[in-house]
């Protein structure tokens, strides 16, 4: 085994991230065995539809949680910026581009807003977004009347947004995903930005002494989230169609699911964008799995709580066996 | 000296890619004060680890009031009566003195905690210990000596047959450590086992018995302190002689031009209208007694905590500085005298921190240029000599020197004109520390302008060109060095105290 973790292509990939994908692998096969016809294209382009909007939110969150924060606030985020820009287009004419842009915006704007009060008022940030998710969901309320808001369907004429997810059965969204993933470990890895996130996450004042404008990159780390949860809203509404006011919780603990299965500590200071990745894949496998094998929502509910709670103690006793 | 009570013997521990104790013996008896030296990295704070479950030896006795044992966990070591005082004070804060001392095991009446009882029980072993503590104090209100002595009560109160000092004196005033050696010193009375871990080499002779040195992991050798002198120590460790002597003068040159002026700073009760110049070329030492002040003038001055009022000027010209950022891009560095914390950042390689301050310059467009990162970074490895396979290597797998030098070489990247050294040598061991000094001085004479907060009285005079010196907040003097002397500048240290 310890040989095994030391072989240097084990050690590039990074051992967790095999085990992960071993995990996703196994997953795969135990569901096309119990699941009726679940192998097969039509249930993997599901799973992938799930996948696409919820590694958004995962990728942004992955930075927030680099610097030691937590963003409960995404889900709803996404939602909002579905419901508001979804309720332009419809009931207010705006062109399709600009509903997408503004989607984004929405999102763009909650991260700024949470990203302030944390860097430069010091508000803790589980309270701030804990704040702006209610936040985010009350101004979806109160924009969309608290009605659904349906996006045009693939057939009409502004129905070419659902391109970005596919375009025959060819996934265009993997394709999307995985290329702002590459651009997410860029600048996570190879960037000042990225750089200065995960040494402030792992020690803030050591950082802000060396001369850094501590405030303006812990900022930085939430308007990425947030703009990733802009952007996760039009993959959702590609998926799915229609948006509700007052939900999207669900999601939050998904993500970051995800991304602490992944290998991005809690405590700050360490990500890992690939396992970020498969993270995710592991999670919308699991909701179509669970569905396939005629389980309600509900259990995938209890699945990824208990998911979040043992990644977590695994990377807690991970750290402990380190020191 | 009585019998032996704690012996360790063929030690022997390796961690990945490092040797940490190859075959060390160790042993302390009834009623001695046995100093367990070596420089940073030598094993000693290991050795101890070892003693106490902190970690699982490889291979190795130790046998203790004659069995074998293994302890598992501090608290195991502890039941057994073997106890460690920490360097670093692991105190809560918002508690009382004597609820400190029995936390985890506090009376109680019923289900409810008896204060009173405890508070009884605290007083009897201060008692016995001739300290003047209040039991029902709370812990934050205590200096650092005082909360020393808790620490010490609590592993008497455990019924400590064996106990560890861990540089017990680097935070202590010297009242303070006189206060300590003489509890020490009852502690030898009454027979238990002391093991003493300093780099003072004035408090070894004063206070121990026996002089066991470590070197690179190994046992060098054990000495009877009377018979030995400071030297033959220092050779065991190091191999080599050192120099102590004070400097005889000021080596900067008349003419050179005032390049930092600070003028009425305020910063709380702990920095009160404070007036000082540094020059070019110049060593500015800033001498006084542990919460003098210096430190906090030192974060005032380099924005890290906020100021009331007061104008800094640098090179004639008045700059505000509100944040480091600011102070930074003014040209100051600064150096903390807590490394761990406000230093370095552990997780992160050697290269990664040499350029923390000066990331900007290491870009190529958008991206960080790693060759450049890791060329720079290497040279400082060269030329500061710091001990690391590679520039890749994590912060966290350093010794406390070769985290200090690295800290060093962030701000020497970031070529920084004013440096301030705060506490630059504490917790490293006198080699290191000599490298320290030399640098310090071929920075001077590159005509960078220093700033060295010191509590040690050797290296304020060895250092400075001049000396500030600071009490309560408030600057009580300033001398130059060729009227310095450790009286002249104790006695303003503590001109307002008694």
């Known amino acids: 085994m310890e040989k095994l973790k030391q072989n240097p292509i084990v050690v590039k990939l990074g051992f967790n991230r095999i085990v992960l994908c071993g995990v996703l692998l196994l997953m795969y096969l135990l569901f096309s065995v119990l699941g009726e016809n679940f192998a097969g294209i039509p249930r993997i382009l599901s799973a992938l539809n799930y996948a696409y909007f919820l590694g958004f939110l995962s990728l942004g969150v992955t930075f927030v949680i680099a610097t030691g924060g937590i963003d409960f606030s995404i889900g709803p985020v996404m939602f909002c910026s579905a419901l508001v820009s979804g309720y332009c287009l419809t009931s207010y004419g705006v062109p399709m581009a600009l509903s997408l842009v503004i989607s984004i915006l929405v999102g763009a704007l909650f991260g700024t807003f949470n990203g302030y009060l944390v860097s430069h008022w010091s508000v803790p940030p589980f309270i701030v977004s804990m704040a702006s998710m209610n936040i985010a969901k009350g101004v979806a309320s109160v924009f969309t009347k608290t009605q659904s808001v349906s996006w045009p369907q693939g057939t009409s004429e502004q129905g070419w947004f659902r391109s970005l997810i596919k375009v025959g059965n060819f996934p265009v969204g993997l394709v999307i995903f995985l290329a702002f993933a590459v651009i997410c470990s860029v600048i996570l890895n190879k960037t000042r930005a990225g750089r200065y996130i995960l040494s402030l996450g792992s020690n803030r004042e050591a950082v802000r002494l060396s001369g850094v404008n501590v405030k303006k990159w812990e900022m930085l780390a939430y308007i990425i989230c947030g703009t990733m949860a802009g952007i996760a809203a039009i993959f959702f509404v590609a998926a799915y169609t229609t948006v509700q006011p007052g939900y999207g919780d669900q999601y939050n603990n998904e993500a970051i699911a995800g991304c602490v299965m992944g290998g991005t500590s809690m405590a700050g200071g360490l990500a890992s964008i690939g396992g970020t990745v498969i993270g995710v894949f592991i999670i919308a496998l699991l909701q179509e799995g669970i569905l396939a094998l005629h389980f309600t929502k509900d259990y995938q509910l209890i699945i990824t709580g208990i998911i979040v709670i043992v990644a977590v103690y695994a990377d807690v006793v991970a750290r402990r066996r380190k020191n | 000296m009585g019998e032996v009570i704690l012996t360790m013997k063929e030690i022997d521990k390796s961690f990945p890619g490092v040797h940490a104790l190859d075959h060390v013996s160790f042993e302390v008896r009834k009623g001695e004060v046995h100093a367990l030296m070596g420089e940073n990295g030598a094993g000693k704070s290991t050795l101890m680890k070892v003693l106490t479950g902190i970690y699982k030896k490889d291979s190795g006795t130790i046998v203790y009031e004659g069995k074998e044992v293994e302890f598992h966990n501090t608290r195991e070591a502890q039941d057994a009566g073997v106890v460690i005082v920490h360097q670093e004070l692991n105190m809560l804060g918002h508690l009382t003195v004597a609820q400190n001392i029995f936390i985890g095991r506090e009376f109680k009446k019923g289900i409810a905690i008896d204060d009173k009882k405890m508070n009884e029980e605290a007083a009897k072993l201060f008692d016995m210990l001739h300290i003047d503590i209040d039991p029902s104090e709370t812990m934050s209100n205590l200096t650092v000596g005082k909360q020393q002595m808790c620490e010490i009560a609590k592993a008497i109160s455990h019924k400590a047959k064996v106990i560890v000092f861990d540089e017990p004196s680097a935070a202590l005033t010297e009242a303070e450590i006189d206060e300590l050696f003489k509890i020490i010193r009852d502690l030898r009375k009454q027979q238990l086992g002391i093991v003493y871990i300093s780099h003072r080499m004035d408090e070894i002779k004063v206070i121990t018995d026996r002089v066991t040195v470590m070197r690179d992991g190994t046992y060098v050798g054990t000495l009877i302190t009377e018979e030995c002198t400071k030297d033959d120590i220092i050779n065991m460790m190091v191999g080599r002689v050192i120099y102590e002597d004070p400097k005889q003068h000021s080596m900067v040159p008349e003419n050179a031009p005032v390049v930092l002026k600070v003028e009425h700073l305020n910063a709380g009760r702990m920095v009160q209208d404070v007036s000082f110049e540094l020059r070019k070329g110049e060593i500015l030492g800033f001498s006084g007694l542990m919460g003098a002040g210096r430190t906090e003038t030192a974060r005032a001055i380099f924005g890290a905590d906020p100021k009331e009022s007061g104008d800094i000027y640098i090179n004639g010209t008045k700059v505000t500085i509100n944040s480091p950022e600011d102070a930074v891009k003014c040209g100051i560095g600064y150096l903390s005298e807590d490394r761990k914390r406000y230093g370095i950042v552990v997780q992160k390689t050697i290269a990664e921190n040499s350029t923390m301050a000066t990331l900007e310059k290491y870009m190529k467009g958008l991206f960080i240029n790693k060759r450049a990162e890791r060329g720079i970074a290497q040279e400082y490895v060269d030329s500061l000599a710091t001990k690391t ?99 002249t500048i104790m006695n303003m240290a503590t001109r307002e105290i008694s």
């Open chain 2, 389 to 487: 396979p590679s520039v890749d290597q994590l912060v966290v797998n350093l010794s406390g020197g070769n985290q200090q030098k690295v800290v060093i070489a962030k701000w020497l990247v970031r070529n920084c004109d004013i440096l301030i050294f705060d506490e630059p040598t504490r917790g490293i061991d006198v080699g290191a520390k000599n490298e320290i000094y030399k640098l310090m001085n071929k920075l001077a004479e590159e005509g960078k302008s220093i700033i060295m907060i010191s509590s040690e009285m050797t290296e304020i005079l060895r250092m400075s060109d001049r000396i500030i010196v600071m009490c309560e907040g408030k600057k009580t003097g300033e001398v130059d060095i060729e009227e310095a002397s450790q009286e």
